[in-house]
């Protein structure tokens, strides 16, 4: 069964460093998400992709965030300068249709961002 | 206030034992969704529902949209069914995000 792959599994980096967290969604799936969860927290929504550009984003999804689909496969999440509290595990989703048509969400393992 | 909340928080019980996740909701939603959280942290979706009701193998789903409630039954639990399961529901399209809001999960433990 096609899936989400998110690499690396565990990213350690330093306050002020930019970092990119990579993600393979479904390869026929249009839509395309970025959640993170803080260790003990609940699930929280930051933004959604589709046809080459954010749909929607949250109040977390500030300036230091970005998202990129440079090429037909990967979809990115970027950093620009870390900060003590972006550690979290990084979940990358991807659905065939948008959010309006309830198509079923595909999540990747995850990717845990700790910044020292 | 949380706009999701479940009940109970944490959950023991024996192999075996019929187990009921709750979940209300306070917000007009256009669909919910029962996903489960392995200890490694992964994400798997198991339901999404809109109206209703859903089974698959030992798992069933159930919704009420009058009452804004959901629950998650698992028959005949094993202590593979051990982990964190997580309500998250859509809101309707203008009353939110694209992205789906969650309820904080319920830790389940199967013991053999």
């Known amino acids: 069964e096609p899936e989400v792959t998110q690499t690396p599994s565990h990213q350690v980096t330093q306050m002020g460093q930019e970092v990119i967290l990579r993600c393979v969604p479904i390869?026929?799936?249009?839509?395309f998400y970025w959640y993170r969860q803080i260790l003990g927290q609940k699930v929280e929504f930051l933004v959604s992709f589709y046809n080459n550009e954010i749909s929607e984003k949250s109040e977390i999804f500030d300036d230091q965030f970005s998202v990129e689909r440079p090429d037909g496969s990967n979809f990115t999440l970027k950093i620009r300068s870390t900060k003590l509290e972006d550690s979290a595990m990084y979940f990358c989703a991807s659905s065939a249709f948008g959010p309006d048509y309830n198509s079923p969400l595909h999540f990747g393992n995850g990717t845990r961002l700790t910044v020292t | 206030k949380n706009e999701v909340e479940q009940s109970p928080q944490n959950l023991t019980a024996q192999e075996g034992e019929f187990i009921t996740i709750n979940c209300s909701y306070s917000?007009?939603?256009?669909?919910l969704h029962w996903l489960q959280q392995h200890p490694g942290g992964g994400i798997v979706s198991l339901f999404m529902?809109?109206?209703g009701k859903k089974k698959h193998g030992r798992l069933i789903a159930t919704i009420n949209i009058q009452e804004k409630h959901s629950s998650l039954h698992i028959t005949a639990s094993h202590p593979r069914d051990s982990a964190v399961y997580i309500c998250?529901?859509?809101?309707?399209?203008?009353?939110?995000?694209?992205?789906?809001?969650f309820g904080k999960g319920t830790h389940l433990i199967i013991q053999p």
């Open positions: 917000v007009g939603i256009s669909a």
């Open positions: 998250a529901v859509k809101k309707y399209s203008g009353g939110g995000a694209d992205g789906l809001t």
């Open positions: 390869s026929n799936h249009l839509y």
């Open positions: 529902l809109s109206s």
